[in-house]
Nanobody, 112 residues
């Protein structure tokens, strides 16, 4: 069965960095475009970044451009989100997504 397992979240000070990972199993990872979403309580889930199956094409929501980098390692079935210059407004639960499937989420908290 398809599984997406996120890790790497935590508490970080403003200006700090985190790298999220999403380990995929149960499907041919290299055949699917992947996405990172985030959600805060009371708000809709927001698309943060996406990457094509081969990794050649990426997309970022305007608010994270220049600070976040999405990447993937198809040999190891892993999706990444490098987050730099973090701001308090980046605080959210972050989710890995493949069409039809969600991970369980990992919490990112940016606070001093």
């Amino acid at each position: 069965q398809v599984q997406l397992v996120e890790s790497g979240g935590g508490l970080v000070q403003p200006g700090g960095s985190l790298r999220l990972s999403c380990t995929a199993s149960g499907f041919t990872f290299s055949s699917y475009a992947m996405r990172w979403y985030r959600q805060t309580p009371g708000k809709e889930r927001e698309l943060v970044a996406s990457i094509s199956a081969a990794g050649a094409t990426t997309y970022y929501v305007e608010s994270v451009k220049g600070r976040f980098t999405i990447s993937r390692d198809n040999a190891h079935n892993t999706l990444y989100l490098q987050m730099n210059s973090l701001k308090p407004e980046d605080t959210a639960e972050y989710y890995c997504y493949r069409p039809g499937y969600w991970g369980q989420g990992t919490q990112v908290t940016v606070s001093s």
